[in-house]
């Protein structure tokens, strides 16, 4: 087994420092996701309405999202509103906005695409039925918007907690600067550890996302 | 439908570029717009500082031996020995905000640090951005590259290969420059950048001081070019119209001349890195350089 300089991890409180910067990543991930999958649910739900002014609204602020990069917002969101209002937002605040930001535009298109994704007999038929408005959305149309929608937004929730390694740009140290931190201290004593270092913030990332994996597939096939 | 789509789009692009260019001029005419909207209100003042009790310093935290992050969480290195002993003498207690190569004059000119202490080079283009304090260090540009194929000279570069820089540092700017037909491949963070190094880079260039520890410490590396463009020193930096905290910082600077502080901080920070041949050409006492 090639020396990858893991006895670095060992030294002092190197561990708990990683461990640390775990926790800082997904505070603010999980955070984030939990404001922003309910805000994202009702505003996939508008979006998919009637009302042409709210859909236009909407479809620019999730278009100027998508197009902009994460760490363009996080530096527009963190620099920015100091520059424009004097507004001193911390690192992991600015962090927060921006990831709520995304996540909620993300999500709401993902619900806009699942709710359109029912088919119009759907509706007809249910109505057919004799079921009220009502009853057809909560025995039709939620529970198959529900399983289309879990890949999806499990997708998205694994994506967040991983770019939360672009915060530290603005300051913030999380998982992957705490390794880097780390690395680079011990670059004369073990000059191998970036390897064996980075090995490890992958487990980490792997063991913080494959639960939220597992629930996924388990719910799918509960709801099948 | 289809025409409305694409009108709205239409409308989305101009709305962004225009806000797109709002941003880079923004930024690049920082100075102008800071002095002029405000006296003061993008920094604190010595006195705000004191009566607050904390100054906040930008450093690096992944720049060993210069500054860095020690196994017990402690920052550690040549700039904060120094960033140190200022907040001890200003009587304040320190706190340390890790920044990256590419947003220090940022953190500066929103006043969300009051110093920054991470190995700045002193530019003229920076020096319109931001105020430098006396300097405290010297330095140049180095070209590090693999025993292999050490690279001596950029006349003859194969426009194949690519340089590694790292974004935001005075190579980058040099290289732009002078140089403008090297390709460079750029990374965000210091790690990063000795990362791709290590894993088959052609060549890195860096402050000198950089790509000698770097090729002291890693075997089959060479500084095939130790001196490129102009002598440069670093220097602290405050917010542009900073004077009270700028003259603080020189009168610390002047006065720690007098007992050869910054000597002391080489021979407990940096000696290990690069040996006592360096000391006299590396350390800027009392903000007075032989070169001038």
Known sequence: ?224 | MKKATKLTAAALAATLSLSLAACGSSASTGTASTSASADGVVYRTLDEIKADGTINIGVFSDKNPFGYVDENGEYQGYDIYFANRLAEDLGVKVNYVSTEAANRIEYLQTGKVDVILANFTVTPERAEEVDFALPYMNVALGVVSPDSNVITSLDSWNADDQMIVISGTTAETYLTQNYPDIPLQKYDSYATAKSAMENGGVAWANDNTEVIAFASQNHGYTVGIPSLGSQDTIAPAVSKGNETLLNAINDEIKALGKENFFHADYEATLVDTYGTDYEDSLVVEGGETSAQ
Request: some cysteine; aromatic content about 10%.
């Open chain 1, 1 to 224: 087994m090639p020396d990858l300089g893991l006895n670095v991890l060992l030294k002092g409180k190197n561990m708990a420092r990683l461990l640390g910067g775990l926790w800082v990543a997904l505070r603010i991930s999980l955070l984030s996701v939990a404001i922003s999958i309910p805000l994202g649910i009702l505003l996939g739900v508008l979006m998919s309405g009637k009302n042409p002014v709210v859909k236009a609204i909407l479809r620019v602020y999730l278009e100027i999202i998508r197009i902009m990069p994460q760490m363009v917002l996080l530096f527009l969101v963190f620099f920015g509103t100091t520059r424009a209002w004097g507004w001193d937002l911390s690192g992991e605040t600015a962090s927060v906005v921006v990831f709520v930001l995304w996540g909620t535009a993300e999500m709401s298109d993902l619900v806009r695409g699942a709710l359109i994704s029912i088919p119009k007999h759907q509706y007809e038929s249910s109505e057919a039925l004799g079921l009220t408005k009502a009853q057809t959305y909560w025995y039709i149309i939620i529970p198959q918007t529900v399983r289309r929608l879990i890949p999806l937004s499990i997708n998205l929730i694994t994506r967040m907690i991983k770019t939360t390694s672009l915060v530290l740009m603005i300051g913030v140290v999380e998982v992957l600067k705490v390794a880097q931190q780390i690395i680079e201290a011990n670059r004369m004593a073990s000059p191998n550890a970036a390897f064996g270092i980075y090995l490890v913030v992958f487990l980490l990332y792997f063991l913080t996302c494959w639960p939220i994996s597992l629930l996924a597939s388990y719910l799918e096939k509960k709801w099948r």
